[in-house]
Nanobody, 133 residues
Framework: QLQLVESGGALVQPGGSLRLSCAAS????????IGWFRQAPGKEREGVSC????????YSVDSVKGRFTVSKDKAKSTVYLQMNSLKPEDTAVYYC??????????????????????????RGQGTQVTVSS
């Protein structure tokens, strides 16, 4: 059974840092792209960052570029989202998803979209990040 479990969410002050983890079980990260998404209260889910299984290339949306970094540890079957210089607008529930069908194909990113969230092969339950003083 493919399972993803997020952890690491917390209450943090503006300017602070957090590292989120997305632990995979039941499958290997060798063949699955991983995407990080978030959903703020009253807003729709949005894509944040993703990492490709084929070459490790990463992508982040403009609003977090330079502040968030996605990486993976294959030995631990875990993908991380390092978040620095956090802002109140980063407050959201953060989710990860896994898919073998080019979720993070860098040249097009056609499949890195919250519209496809229900179709991703595995989806986590989320972890809350709150940025507030």
């Amino acid at each position: 059974q493919l399972q993803l479990v997020e952890s690491g969410g917390a209450l943090v002050q503006p300017g602070g840092s957090l590292r989120l983890s997305c632990a995979a079980s039941g499958f290997t990260l060798d063949y699955y792209d991983i995407g990080w998404f978030r959903q703020a209260p009253g807003k729709e889910r949005e894509g944040v960052s993703c990492i490709s299984s084929s070459d490790g290339e990463t992508y982040s949306v403009d609003s977090v570029k330079g502040r968030f970094t996605v990486s993976k540890d294959k030995a631990k079957s875990t993908v991380y989202l390092q978040m620095n210089s956090l802002k109140p607008e980063d407050t959201a529930v953060y989710y990860c998803a896994a898919d073998r069908r080019e979720l993070c194909e860098i040249t097009s990113l056609n499949r890195f979209t919250p519209t496809l969230w229900p179709e991703y092969e595995s989806r986590g339950q989320g972890t809350q990040v709150t940025v507030s003083s």
